[in-house]
Each structure stands twice: as structure tokens, then as C-alpha cells.
């Protein structure tokens, strides 16, 4: 299973997970609690459940790069460009915007 940590304007907002059943994103308790905490995007509103989708959440997959820079980065990383979660924890660290995925090594 790979992980990586989401941070929103540098704070660890959540985890999101890949498995065998698909993807997992679960808020941070910590960051649920904090009352400047604003949810990472509109179609994942904060909450204790985790969500879970058989496809990586179209909002992590929409950070991921597209055409000639997607393109650069499969043949320099050598990164399977149906990976989308493989992508996402080599190309996602510092996007453009409030969002930053770190991988978390097992």
C-alpha cells in the first residue's frame, strides 16, 4: 500500500492511500479540529470518514501535470503514465496553489 501525506498552506490536512480496493483519503484529526482548517477541495468536505473510490478522487488526479510536462516527467522519472498515484507522489510535491503531497515511505 503507498501513502502520502496531504498538506494544505503547509499544514498536514490528511492521508491518502492507495490499496487494493482502490484509493482512501481520511482528514487529520488535528487539522479537523483547528477552526482555520478549510476542507483541501469542494468535493471532499471535511469529515471523520474516510472517502474511498475505486479511481484515484478526480481532484488529486486533476493536480497531476498534463502534456508536454507530463510527458517529460514519465520519460525522465520512468514513471508508467497510467500510474496516476505514482505520479501524483513523484510530480505532486510542490504544485502550483494550496495543496503539496508528500510520500510517506513504509
Known amino acids: ?24 483519503f481520511q ?31 478526480p481532484f488529486f488526479d486533476g493536480l497531476i501535470p498534463e502534456g508536454w510536462l507530463l510527458n517529460i516527467a514519465v520519460k525522465n522519472w520512468k514513471i508508467n503514465q497510467n500510474d496516476r498515484f505514482g505520479l501524483l507522489l513523484a510530480l505532486c510535491k510542490d504544485c502550483i496553489g494550496c495543496v503539496s503531497i508528500i510520500s510517506k515511505e513504509n
Do not use: C, H, W
Not at 31 to 57: D, G, H, I
Open 1 to 24: 500500500m503507498r501513502q502520502a501525506q496531504v498538506f494544505y498552506k503547509n499544514n498536514l490536512a490528511g492521508i491518502i492511500a492507495e490499496n487494493d480496493e482502490g484509493y482512501t
Open 27 to 57: 482528514y487529520d484529526e488535528n487539522y479537523l479540529k483547528s477552526e482555520n482548517s478549510k476542507p483541501v477541495s469542494l468535493t471532499l468536505p471535511m469529515q471523520n470518514q474516510a472517502f474511498e473510490s475505486r479511481t484515484l478522487f
